[in-house]
């Protein structure tokens, strides 16, 4: 039987006065993954004025996990991820139909949900995922930014997309239209792999290289405060999230309620 080791962790950054990210983290030895037999990591990070943007990032997290609640097992496909997205873009818009001071709300969200040997990602915004396998980052998202989409038309090249005054302009996000284009992944996953999820207070400040040694660096569970504190080294300039798990073993099932995994796994959350 395959275990998950998670680790998370949120904080404002340097500069902003609130915190406007929002992260969802269901490991297997809680509930819903328990009754639907599969586990559910997000990030997401809202943009808006006052208060929108951190109402934005909390509708998308929380609308993911109640749907996620009555979920079966034989739902868990990309067409669920695709369907959990829309349900999170219209309830955004419903909210911000019926609270004017909420007009123009709007949130990035990346998620990744484990069942068995795959996971399977959800991608919409310029937060990320990322996959360390035997030692080599990959990236598993792709920025949905004005200077990224230049970028990827070869009108940009990466050092001036790094630096670009727009760089920060989404071209998707969820609550912005009607209908939301979001991008899908099928992982099949590796004994030892490392999935995070982070929003771009973290991957802006942390390049790619740092990201790779930290990864690596055990032990697993302060991994992602251990990235959060090195963003803030690099000034903290925007809100910094981070959500990881760690493959041990396959394939990724859910304890049983009474089982010693189940205990353990809720200890590892006590001694964080």
Same mark, same amino acid.
């Given at each position: ?11 404002? !950054? ?19 993954? =328990? ?23 909390? =509708? ?43 007009? !123009? ?19 919409? !915004? ?8 035997? !030692? ?90 251990? =990235? ?45």
């Amino acid at each position: 039987m395959g275990l998950l080791e998670v680790s998370h962790c949120s904080d404002r !950054g340097m500069v902003r006065e609130q915190n406007e990210d929002a992260f969802l983290v269901i490991p297997p030895w809680r509930e819903p993954a =328990l009754s639907v037999g599969a586990c559910l990591f997000a990030v997401a990070d809202g943009m808006g004025g006052h208060s929108s943007g951190e109402v934005a990032s909390w =509708l998308a997290v929380d609308t993911l996990r109640k749907r996620f609640a009555r979920m079966t097992s034989a739902e868990c496909s990309i067409t669920f991820m695709e369907n959990l997205f829309a349900e999170a873009n219209q309830a955004i818009r419903e909210h911000a139909r019926s609270h004017s001071e909420c007009t !123009g709300m709007g949130t990035t969200l990346t998620a990744a949900m484990v069942m068995g040997d795959q996971a399977i990602i959800g991608h919409v !915004g310029d937060s990320r995922a990322y996959l360390l396998r035997d !030692g080599k980052l990959r990236h598993l998202t792709s920025d949905h930014t004005l200077v990224f989409e230049q970028l990827r038309l070869g009108k940009l090249t990466h050092d001036e997309a790094m630096i670009h005054p727009a760089r920060h302009i989404l071209s998707r996000a969820l609550g912005v239209r009607e209908f939301v284009n979001v991008d899908t992944l099928l992982l099949e996953l590796v004994d030892g792999d490392v999935v995070c999820i982070m929003s771009d207070g973290v991957s802006g400040p942390v390049s790619d290289e740092k990201l790779a040694q930290h990864l690596s660096v055990m032990p697993f569970k302060g991994l992602t405060g251990r =990235l959060v504190a090195s963003a803030n080294q690099f000034g903290g300039p925007d809100n910094a999230t981070v959500v990881a798990f760690r493959v041990s073993g396959l394939p990724i099932t859910v304890p049983g309620r009474l089982s010693l995994d189940r205990l353990r796994g809720i200890l590892s959350e006590w001694l964080k």
